[in-house]
């Protein structure tokens, strides 16, 4: 565990008789992307907005500890939330031409440096002729005017095409390795930031179901065998006498194994031992997309 950048304890935020959310803690490790994951209306934006500062939580707080102070946190982040705002007749450079202005920024090559970390350096079509992917990527720009420490990005791939997503996915990879740049990123696709993130929260409902690192989460998925027989109680009873226990019935023909030393071969020998005719044997692999839908399918 390296050394944390900033927590949430406990955060609550309350609209009339609704929590957005409840009791939310986690825990964002210095030089990580931190994923976080869960589909629309679980919490994720609301998150976003209190750290930022943007909205104040009902209880709880928001604890930097990787800076000085809250006023040298709030120096140092950046963060695209929602829609990003930019200028449609402008191009990228004019567009951020205006945000260094505001920031009093007058550096030469300093704008043409922040574009070309997002591949936008030299192009000078208005943004209003760009792609959804291009106008993501001018946002994220703007976002690193300032130089920031801490960058929050509230679903960045939302929308994108698959090749804009691999670009954008890239880019987060490049920000953080060569530019030393902790990132928060909010997203309801799973699969996608697992190939970027190395740490994550599962919200839902306003909750933290769970937090977990890359190497956690890898190892969630799991692989089951599924065995089609002439009688599944007795293949169960068998089963559990030979010391297996995650078993599931199927319909009336079939059963599934999903304890971690279940093989094929194993359990095929245990059920002819028995006299159970077997109709077909397999295994089934679940991926930790299915993870994280089973585990979001028991939070009612």
Do not use: W
Not at 3 to 27: M, P, Q, R
Request: glycine share 8%; hydrophobic share 40%; aromatic share 6%.
């Amino acid at each position: 565990m390296g050394e944390y950048l900033l927590e949430t304890n406990n955060l609550v935020k309350a609209y009339s008789k609704d929590l957005a959310l409840n009791g939310v803690s986690i825990h964002i490790e210095k030089g990580a992307i931190y994923g976080l994951i869960g589909r629309n209306g679980a919490g994720k934006t609301t998150l976003m907005r209190i750290i930022c500062g943007l909205a104040r939580p009902t209880e709880g707080t928001v604890n930097p500890i990787g800076f000085a102070n809250n006023k040298d946190f709030y120096k140092n982040i950046s963060a695209v939330i929602e829609s990003p705002a930019l200028y449609p007749y402008l191009n990228a450079y004019d567009n951020l031409k205006l945000k260094c202005l505001a920031y009093g920024i007058d550096r030469p090559g300093y704008i043409e440096e922040k574009l070309k970390i997002v591949g936008l350096n030299g192009v000078k079509k208005k943004v209003s002729q760009y792609s959804l992917g291009m106008k993501q990527r001018l946002a994220i720009a703007l976002a690193l005017v300032g130089d920031p420490e801490f960058l929050l990005l509230d679903e960045p791939i939302n929308g994108l095409d698959p090749q804009a997503i691999v670009e954008v996915r890239n880019l987060f990879e490049r920000l953080n390795k060569e530019n030393g740049i902790t990132i928060l990123i909010s997203s309801h696709i799973l699969e996608e930031l697992a190939k970027v993130a190395t740490q994550f929260a599962i919200i839902d409902k306003g909750q933290i179901l769970e937090e977990l690192t890359r190497e956690e989460l890898l190892t969630k998925g799991t692989n089951e065998v599924i065995v089609g027989c002439s009688d599944v109680d007795l293949a169960e009873s068998a089963l559990k006498s030979s010391g297996f226990t995650s078993i599931r019935k199927e319909g009336k023909e079939s059963i599934v194994i999903g304890d971690s030393n279940a093989d094929v071969a194993s359990i095929n020998k245990i059920l002819i031992e028995k006299s159970i005719s077997i109709n077909s044997i397999g295994t089934k692999s679940e991926g930790i997309e299915d993870y994280y839908l089973r585990l979001t399918s028991r939070k009612v």
